[in-house]
């Protein structure tokens, strides 16, 4: 408990994945006493995504979607005992002023206040042809369906370089499958990791057996009933059984269309993450700025950021339905994620895709499985730290140090 006074009306939230389990603990934990409804649009409780691209997809080839979900599902703390949760209720549309709810299937519900926590959904190519045989992964079906799919010798095209894309190219390579990786830019996660590392990473990949595509976009898919081949704008066809759309995610927002809230690329929000009289919002959907960078609001698709913002969400929520201000204090969570590519763990600390300069600190490209430290600069600021199998306890070094003169600048902006 916070020690300042709590609010005791109907917080819906709306979302049932990491962002909206953590706002409903976090709102237990401001000292919020009244009823809780978490809507969730699949019919699983919160789960964990990570694994889907990694361990679980990896598996035997478990069909038993039950079973899967035992093995990612989050624990549910004592605190979120009383809160209800609806799943398989997707929320089509919000009326802030009335403080109304309309669920997919016509029914309605009331709310005080409002947790917006419905994260992405994959982009899918615009591209006509067979839909068998295409995947995107974001959720634990599609995780069961592309796994179905992958097996030795499945001839594989992954579209898009990004975290997800390589991760997914590499969990396939371990099954056996043929994989193709066709990327726009030069290098693949080059935004984040920058071109030498992004080059770096790559040569890893094709040394294990990757075959990369860079500087092509997919231009069309082929095949009567099923993929069979898919097109390159230069001409050249790949054979494929499966495609895999990793290019990029949609923010969830829809359902809040009609309220005047600015939805152009996630929710916006102020630094206390309020994005309305009543509503906040957390996780992946929330656009926010964050002064570790600069006042520009952005969406992070991290791991990391659903539980800070469902912290500092909920706190801001209870506050205004308890009829008092948000924490004036700055809100600056220091975005990290991890990422496993084979024999390769990436951690990442701060906004590498901020910078402008990337300086190679320690290691050797060539030999990244040894181990490799890149920093990442803008303005001569140092924005962000890329570490590639490092032992965890210099990862924890790094990230104090990354940390620390941040720190001092949100206490003295
Ligand atoms: C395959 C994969 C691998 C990943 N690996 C890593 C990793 O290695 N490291 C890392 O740092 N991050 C990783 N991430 C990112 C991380 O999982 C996300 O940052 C995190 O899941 C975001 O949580 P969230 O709750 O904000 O959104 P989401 O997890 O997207 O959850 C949103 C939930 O809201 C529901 N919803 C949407 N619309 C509605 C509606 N209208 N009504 C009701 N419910 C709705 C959705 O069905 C979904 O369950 C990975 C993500 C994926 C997909």
């Given at each position: 408990?916070t020690g300042?006074?709590?609010s005791?009306?109907?917080?819906?939230?709306?979302?049932?994945?990491?962002?909206?389990?953590?706002?409903?603990?976090?709102?237990?934990?401001?000292?919020?006493?009244?009823?809780?409804?978490?809507?969730?649009a699949?019919?699983?409780?919160?789960?964990?995504?990570?694994?889907?691209?990694k361990?679980?997809?990896?598996?035997?080839?478990?069909?038993?979607a039950?079973?899967?979900?035992a093995?990612?599902?989050?624990?549910?703390?004592?605190?979120?005992?009383?809160v209800?949760?609806?799943?398989?209720?997707?929320?089509?549309?919000?009326?802030?002023a009335?403080?109304?709810?309309?669920?997919?299937?016509g029914?309605?519900?009331?709310?005080?206040?409002?947790?917006?926590?419905?994260?992405?959904?994959?982009?899918?190519?615009p591209?006509?042809?067979?839909?068998?045989?295409?995947?995107?992964?974001?959720?634990?079906?599609d995780?069961?369906?592309?796994?179905?799919?992958?097996?030795?010798?499945?001839?594989?095209?992954v579209?898009?370089?990004?975290f997800?894309?390589?991760?997914?190219?590499?969990t396939?390579?371990?099954?056996?499958?043929?994989?193709?990786?066709?990327?726009?830019a030069?290098?693949?996660?080059?935004?984040?990791?920058?071109p030498?590392?992004?080059?770096?990473?790559?040569?890893?990949?094709?040394?294990?057996?990757?075959?990369?595509?860079?500087?092509?976009l997919t231009?069309a898919?082929?095949?009567?009933?099923?993929?069979?081949?898919?097109?390159?704008?230069?001409?050249?066809?790949l054979?494929?059984?499966?495609?895999?759309?990793?290019?990029?995610?949609?923010?969830?927002?829809?359902?809040?269309?009609?309220?005047?809230l600015?939805?152009?690329?996630?929710?916006?929000?102020?630094?206390?993450?309020?994005?309305g009289?009543?509503?906040?919002?957390?996780?992946?959907?929330?656009?926010?700025?964050?002064?570790?960078?600069?006042?520009?609001?952005?969406?992070?698709?991290?791991?990391?950021?659903?539980?800070?913002?469902?912290?500092?969400?909920?706190?801001?929520?209870?506050?205004l339905?308890?009829?008092?201000?948000?924490?004036?204090?700055?809100?600056?969570?220091?975005?990290?994620?991890?990422?496993?590519?084979?024999?390769?763990?990436?951690?990442?600390?701060?906004?590498?895709?901020?910078?402008?300069?990337?300086?190679?600190e320690e290691?050797?490209?060539?030999?990244?499985?040894?181990?490799?430290?890149?920093?990442?600069?803008?303005?001569?600021?140092?924005?962000?730290?890329?570490?590639v199998?490092?032992?965890?306890?210099?990862?924890?070094?790094?990230?104090?140090a990354?940390?620390?003169?941040?720190?001092?600048?949100?206490r003295?902006?």
């Open positions: 408990m300042t006074p709590g005791d009306g109907h917080i819906a939230v709306v979302g049932a994945s990491l962002a909206g389990l953590r706002a409903a603990e976090q709102l237990r934990a401001a000292g919020h006493t009244g009823p809780i409804t978490v809507f969730g699949e019919p699983y409780a919160p789960y964990n995504r990570p694994p889907l691209s361990e679980v997809l990896a598996g035997p080839g478990d069909h038993d039950e079973r899967l979900h093995q990612v599902a989050f624990r549910m703390r004592s605190s979120v005992a009383d209800t949760f609806r799943l398989g209720a997707a929320v089509a549309a919000a009326d802030l009335r403080g109304r709810l309309t669920l997919a299937d029914r309605e519900a009331g709310f005080d206040g409002l947790v917006a926590a419905t994260g992405l959904r994959p982009r899918r190519l591209l006509p042809g067979p839909q068998a045989g295409r995947h995107a992964l974001r959720t634990l079906d995780c069961l369906a592309l796994r179905a799919a992958l097996g030795p010798g499945t001839r594989v095209v579209a898009g370089a990004g997800v894309g390589c991760e997914v190219a590499a396939a390579l371990r099954l056996g499958c043929q994989v193709t990786v066709v990327e726009p030069a290098e693949p996660m080059l935004a984040v990791l920058g030498e590392l992004g080059r770096a990473v790559r040569r890893h990949h094709e040394a294990a057996g990757v075959r990369f595509v860079t500087g092509r231009a898919v082929h095949g009567r009933d099923r993929v069979r081949a898919v097109e390159l704008d230069d001409g050249t066809t054979e494929a059984d499966v495609l895999i759309e990793a290019v990029g995610s949609v923010p969830n927002t829809e359902w809040l269309a009609g309220n005047g600015d939805l152009s690329d996630g929710v916006l929000c102020d630094n206390a993450l309020r994005a009289e009543r509503l906040v919002a957390a996780g992946d959907v929330a656009r926010f700025p964050n002064p570790l960078f600069d006042d520009r609001p952005r969406r992070v698709e991290h791991w990391s950021i659903p539980g800070d913002t469902a912290k500092r969400a909920a706190a801001t929520l209870t506050a339905l308890a009829g008092r201000a948000p924490d004036p204090a700055p809100f600056a969570p220091v975005p990290s994620f991890w990422s496993d590519q084979l024999d390769l763990r990436l951690q990442s600390f701060g906004s590498p895709a901020l910078a402008e300069e990337a300086r190679l290691g050797d490209p060539a030999r990244l499985g040894e181990g490799v430290l890149a920093t990442y600069h803008r303005e001569g600021r140092h924005v962000g730290t890329v570490a199998n490092l032992p965890p306890a210099r990862q924890r070094e790094l990230r104090a990354f940390t620390r003169p941040l720190l001092t600048l949100t003295n902006p």
